[in-house]
T-cell receptor
Framework: DAKTTQPTSMDCAEGRAANLPCNHS???????VYWYRQIHSQGPQYIIH???NNETNEMASLIITEDRKSSTLILPHATLRDTAVYYC?????????????FGSGTKLNVKP | SAVISQKPSRDICQRGTSLTIQCQVD?????MFWYRQQPGQSLTLIAT?????????ESGFVIDKFPISRPNLTFSTLTVSNMSPEDSSIYLC???????????FGDGTRLSIL
């Protein structure tokens, strides 16, 4: 599996956009980029995933560079409840035998 | 999305004892996964549990220490055997609902060993 590199921590002001970067320079052509987050005392929560096109859902947007070597997760209007550890994972598409290997993630601190 | 329940949610145990953690899913799933999250750390995959066959363990984890059962498509157990303080962690269950569907996680079992 391709390895990912994320900053250890980031701060964001409440109401502003939070942009979380992820480097995955060894990603393969059939590997997707997944984002999960883990709020304190909870299990990881799926946010979004994509292959090469930008994706948007009710939680966030995912911007993947044209060469697919990096991506950015965007929370458009961060709230205090978005304070969490955000994990970027690259893997082939979800299937019955899909294993996820977590990196160290980015601790996002949303401040009032 | 799949709803996952883990029991117990937390426990405090004496060293040398064993604890069995249960994971129940509200729908049938082929694969279930067990993770460990040590204090302040990320998640580490322990093993993959497929119904009807023995679990597949990741490097550094052995069946004698972490026996797993998978009796049907909605249930699995992980036993932490002969516990020591180093086993104090959060143990999480996750499921892969099927092709193209996001993997879901339970909220974990917080285990403290005295």
């Amino acid at each position: 599996d391709a390895k990912t590199t994320q900053p250890t921590s980031m701060d964001c002001a409440e109401g502003r956009a939070a942009n979380l970067p992820c480097n995955h320079s060894t990603i393969s052509g059939n590997e997707y980029v997944y984002w999960y987050r883990q709020i304190h005392s909870q299990g990881p929560q799926y946010i979004i995933h994509g292959l090469k096109n930008n994706e948007t859902n009710e939680m966030a947007s995912l911007i993947i560079t044209e060469d697919r070597k990096s991506s950015t997760l965007i929370l458009p209007h961060a709230t205090l409840r978005d304070t969490a550890v955000y994990y970027c994972i690259v893997r082939v598409e979800f299937d019955n035998f899909n294993k996820f290997y977590f990196g160290s993630g980015t601790k996002l601190n949303v401040k009032p | 999305s799949a709803v996952i329940s883990q029991k117990p949610s937390r426990d405090i145990c004496q060293r040398g004892t064993s604890l069995t953690i249960q994971c129940q899913v509200d729908s049938q799933v082929t694969m279930m996964f067990w993770y460990r999250q040590q204090p302040g750390q990320s998640l580490t995959l322990i093993a993959t549990a497929n119904q009807g066959s023995e679990a597949t363990y990741e490097s550094g984890f052995v069946i004698d220490k972490f026996p797993i059962s998978r009796p049907n498509l909605t249930f699995s157990t992980l036993t932490v055997s002969n516990m020591s303080p180093e086993d104090s962690s959060i143990y999480l269950c996750s499921v892969s609902p099927g092709q193209g569907k996001p993997q879901h996680f339970g909220d974990g079992t917080r285990l403290s060993i005295l």
